[in-house]
């Protein structure tokens, strides 16, 4: 079974950091490319960031570039987001979402997603 | 990057055929066959229903499919049942190598 698990969410107040964590198994972790989404509660989703399975490349929305840094562990089959400079507005559930072998569609499997409040 | 463009709102009655547009341009929708459509109901993670533009993941219903002409691409849900009253997301990948969401579309099953 397929099971993709965030973790690391919580109350950070602005200019502040947290690293959110998505632990995966049921499927071979370094074959995948894998994704970040948010979504404000109520709101529509948003694309946040992409790698891919051996970590050489990433991509980033223009809204998270130079702050955000996604990366992950194969041997520990986790992906990870570093946020820095936390804003009010990247308050958010952040779901990590598994891509297919290319990067170019994604969401074959979803986490249940972990809620980031910034806020003072 | 603006987000592709959905109506706010679709409904139908039970039985009843849907569609569902996601507009974009020649730099996302256009411009690749990396289409995407997301159903998610309240409270509940995401659930991809067609990749590619038409391709249904395992498990989807057939009721489900989709389609692209030009920057605009379509979702079609055909004998609507109650359980697929949800909200329902088109995303793109992008000339940036980046994805990009619509803004969502609230299925009303009446």
């Known amino acids: 079974e397929v099971q993709l698990v965030e973790s690391g969410g919580g109350l950070v107040q602005p200019g502040g950091s947290l690293r959110l964590s998505c632990a995966v198994s049921g499927f071979t972790f370094s074959t995948y490319w894998m994704h970040w989404v948010r979504q404000v509660p109520g709101k529509g989703l948003v694309w946040v960031s992409r790698i891919n399975g051996d970590g050489s490349s990433t991509s980033y929305a223009d809204s998270v570039k130079g702050r955000f840094t996604i990366s992950r562990d194969n041997a520990k089959n986790t992906l990870y987001l570093q946020m820095n400079s936390l804003r009010a507005e990247d308050t958010a559930v952040y779901y990590c979402a598994r891509g297919g072998s290319s990067g170019y569609s994604f969401g074959f499997y979803w986490g249940q997603g972990t809620l980031v409040t910034v806020s003072s | 990057q603006s987000a592709l463009t959905q109506p706010a709102s679709v409904s139908g009655s039970p039985g009843q055929s849907i569609t569902i547009s996601c507009t974009g341009t020649?730099?996302?929708?256009?411009?690749?066959?990396?289409v995407s459509w997301y159903q998610q109901h309240p409270g509940k993670a995401p659930k991809l229903m067609i990749y590619?533009?038409?391709n249904r993941p395992s498990g989807v219903s057939n009721r489900f499919s989709g389609s692209k002409s030009g920057n605009m691409a379509s979702l079609t849900i055909s004998g609507l049942q109650a359980e697929d009253e949800a909200d329902y997301y088109c995303s793109s990948y992008t000339s940036n190598t980046t994805l990009l969401f619509g803004g969502g579309t609230k299925l009303t099953v009446l």
């Open positions: 590619d533009v038409s």
């Open positions: 020649s730099s996302d929708v256009g411009g690749y066959n990396y």
